[in-house]
Every structure is written in C-alpha cells, then in structure tokens.
C-alpha cells in the first residue's frame, strides 16, 4: 500500500473532491494538508477505504495511536491542537515548515500499520 496526501496552501473544495475520489478509486486513506503563512493542519479519514481494507485500522488500533501521538509530541507548538484515533485525525496549528513532514510521517505509520498487520493475519 502506497499513501500520498494532497497538499494546499489554502483550502481547495474542488481538489479535495478529486482527492477524495482519487484516495477512493485506489483504497487509500484520506490525508490533506492545508498551509497558511505560520501554521497548518493536517487531517486524515478512513472513510475512503474498503470496509475489507479498514480491518488494519482496528487490528493495528494501539499502534497507530502511539506513534501517531509521539508525532504530534515531536511536531508541535503551543498553538497546536489534535484530534487523534485510529480511524480518523487531525492536527491543527503545526509550523508551517513541518506540515508537509508530519503529512508524510502519518502516511508512513498508515503504511507500516498495514505492513504490521499483513504479517500476523
């Protein structure tokens, strides 16, 4: 499983649609980032996964929340605000130069949680 995110420097409906049905057609997680000047969010949604396919999120539940909230630990401010399970997420108020970072990181913990749960299936 290969998981990318659509990144934007301001909120896009349009594009957030065609990454919506992007992330839909190839069974991916949901994962957009939104840039202002100082801070950005990222958020994350299983929504767009094969109900077959979310069965990783649940198994790999404890996992993904860990690292996802030593993450958050690692890139934060004091402006920063989350929101963190294993099915859906959001981190509001990162600096600017580590949303993109953070974007990866959780698309990476996505992929290894999947890697994870592949081998003791």
Known sequence: MIISFLEQDKSNKEDESRWFHYCTDH???YVITRKRTALGDVEWDYITLSPENDVFLRSQKEFIEYEL??????????KTIEHINS?????KNLPAEHVNDFATD????????YERHIKTA
């Open 27 to 29: 069974n991916i997680p």
């Open 106 to 113: 959780v698309c990476n913990t996505l992929v290894e949680a």
């Open 69 to 78: 909230n030593q993450l958050v630990k690692y890139y934060k401010h004091q």
């Open 87 to 91: 099915l859906t997420g959001y981190v």
